[in-house]
């Protein structure tokens, strides 16, 4: 373990809602760019709402598709 550490305290001391904090952050931008995630498909109720939701609009949203 002689590596240098990624992230250090150069002044002053943090309490336990600071490291906290720096964590989040730190756990938040390590997320990998390139993963993939699937769309989370829109219901129609608020496809309706959308202006230019195409052929779906809240008069055809209870018709069956």
Request: charged share 20%.
């Amino acid at each position: 373990m002689n590596e240098e550490p990624l992230v250090s305290v150069v002044r002053g001391s943090l309490d336990d809602h600071e490291v906290a904090a720096l964590v989040a952050i730190l756990t938040s931008r390590s997320t990998s760019v390139n993963s993939r995630t699937t769309p989370q498909p829109t219901s129609d109720w608020i496809r309706s709402a959308r202006p230019g939701a195409g052929p779906r609009n809240w008069r055809t949203s209870t018709l069956p598709r």
